[in-house]
């Protein structure tokens, strides 16, 4: 999981150069704007609902919840810190070395992205269905117009904490564990 952390976290991280110190948006997220300035703001609201602070807690503790069911211990706590650590660079290292600005406030990258990707990254890394992959990627594309609509994020902000999130989240997962013991039973 080394090589897409490494490929998403410097995606994320070139992504954003080009908007670094600024609040003008690119083309393409003048294109997003467009494309979702019809919809009307309770849409839109409903939109942005799986980045509500409720709802990520309850899908982290979701994760942490099925580790420690399966007897999984460092991974529960994996579920646990990986969001949390991404939260954190964003917060206090990313948005600031950017200073991308919007509304007055730092946008690059989101940080309702992040911390709505990276639980849901983990949860498709400790569930490894299909159908968790499918709903994770149509909440990031509700979350993602909901944003962009309401004004919150530009998409580039949304793109780069999906990148950034999901860096975070392989590279902890990437960190070796010991093997399970095997079972008395």
């Known amino acids: 999981m080394w090589v897409p952390a490494a490929v998403c976290g410097l995606l994320a991280l070139l992504l954003g150069l080009p908007f670094a110190g600024g609040t003008a ?8 704007d467009e494309a ?5 703001p309770g849409v839109l609201r409903a939109l942005v609902f799986p980045t509500e602070p409720y709802v990520v807690l309850a899908l982290g503790l979701l994760a942490v919840v099925l580790c420690l069911r399966a007897g999984r211990r460092t991974d529960a706590a994996l579920a646990l810190g990986a969001p949390l650590l991404a939260i954190l660079l964003t917060s206090f290292l990313l948005k600031p070395l950017y200073d991308r600005w919007k509304n007055g406030t730092l946008v690059y ?3 309702h992205t992040v911390s709505l990707v990276a639980v849901l990254t983990v949860l ?7 159908f968790v992959v499918v709903l994770a990627a149509l909440a ?8 962009v609509g309401l004004g919150y994020h530009y998409l580039t902000d949304v793109a780069g904490g999906t990148l950034f999130a999901v860096a975070v989240v392989l590279l902890t997962w990437s ?3 010991p093997a399970p013991a095997p079972s008395t039973g």
Request: proline share 9%; no cysteine.
């Open 109 to 111: 990258p989101s940080g």
């Open 140 to 147: 990031l594309l509700a979350a993602a117009a909901g944003l």
């Open 25 to 32: 948006p690119g083309e393409l997220d003048s294109a997003a």
């Open 175 to 177: 960190v070796p564990r």
């Open 36 to 40: 979702v300035t019809h919809l009307s």
């Open 124 to 130: 498709v890394l400790v569930t490894r269905k299909v």
